[in-house]
């Protein structure tokens, strides 16, 4: 059953890519029917309901997706902007804060912060955001590799080197961090709405 969720929810989630909103909504209703406390198809569903223009059942959808799981941030970040469109906006600023507290803690979000401003050439920035997650999760042999790249990039090859050993031994486990529970890590799409469209 969970197989088969992930698998209508991603046609789902396509749909609402391509503009195929009625298919769209079929194939989440499938995921939903087969794993009813999937959160991800819950928001999934929330997306394309706000796609098809019905407001009360997108927020009813959003907020099951959070009934499921309090810390899915893509309908944290769904239901603020959805609250921010329809002119609420105190309930809007309360979302969104949670959705500021959310990215704090998520090493990923620091991840595409410094990825963004390593591109626009804020090294210094990136570092930063490589920084804080590191500290959030340690054992991503990929956050070490950025910030080696980052630092070849700003002069300091030695800290380059330094970087891409412990990221190799992360990435073989000869290093180990203490176990974080981290959810939505791209396992699964869940989409965001984009408030224009």
Known sequence: NEAQALYFN???????VDGNIDSAIENIR???QLLPAF????????AAMRRAGDYDLAEFSYHRALRQD????????NLAMLYEHTNRSEQAEQFAGRVESYRASNPYFHYAQAKQAFERGSYRKA??????????????????????????RMGEQRKSRDLLALA???RTGELRA???NMNHRYWTMSLEVNPGL
Request: charged content about 25%; glycine content about 6%; overall charge neutral.
């Open 168 to 170: 190799e031994k992360y």
């Open 10 to 16: 991603n046609l789902g989630a396509e749909g609402i």
């Open 70 to 77: 309090i810390n899915n941030y893509s309908a944290l970040s």
């Open 178 to 180: 203490p176990q974080r």
């Open 39 to 46: 959160s991800d198809a819950w928001n999934n569903m929330g």
């Open 30 to 32: 499938f995921a939903i």
């Open 127 to 152: 570092e930063n955001h490589l920084k804080k997650s590191i500290r959030l999760k340690r054992d991503d042999p990929d956050f070490y590799v950025a910030l080696s790249q980052t630092h070849g």
